[in-house]
């Protein structure tokens, strides 16, 4: 559940909404390492939505390499960091129910894959091999 909560906190405060798989996971190393109070501030918003199934709700979306929170997935983490009187756990039923009336999401394009990622791979690892043959020749 914390797990859910933190992939839609990261995923909002990127632009857009999308995190490659990569930059999702450097920040939830950082988040999960970062303390006590992450824990806690997580599984006090997780307990206002006790349901909490971030893909099969239709929270975020898996597209393009990496994850997009949606506009419902918005209204929900908006819901959880409300602040208000009475603070009793929500169904997800009645969550769906509130997120319904939100605008439609607005089209984002797809992330451009680069062409020529095989060709940038394959020179960084010849420019690491030429720098270890440096750094053994420099040893000597």
């Known amino acids: 559940m914390n797990f859910q909560v933190t992939v839609l906190k990261i995923l909002v405060s990127y632009p857009d909404g999308f995190a490659v798989m990569e ?64 603070p009793e756990p929500i169904r997800a039923p009645l969550v769906e129910d509130a997120t319904a009336a939100t605008v439609a999401p607005t089209q984002v394009p797809p992330l451009r894959q680069p062409a020529d990622r095989a060709k940038r791979r394959r020179e960084r690892r010849e420019r690491r091999r030429e720098a270890r043959e440096r750094a053994r020749a420099n040893a000597c």
């Open 23 to 86: 930059d999702l996971k450097r920040d939830m190393a950082i988040l999960v390492t970062s303390g006590r109070e992450w824990a806690d501030r997580t599984r006090r918003l997780a307990a206002r939505v006790p349901d909490l199934h971030i893909f099969s709700q239709g929270l975020v979306e898996r597209i393009s390499g990496g994850w997009r929170i949606t506009s419902k997935g918005r209204a929900v983490l908006e819901f959880m960091e409300a602040r208000t009187a009475a």
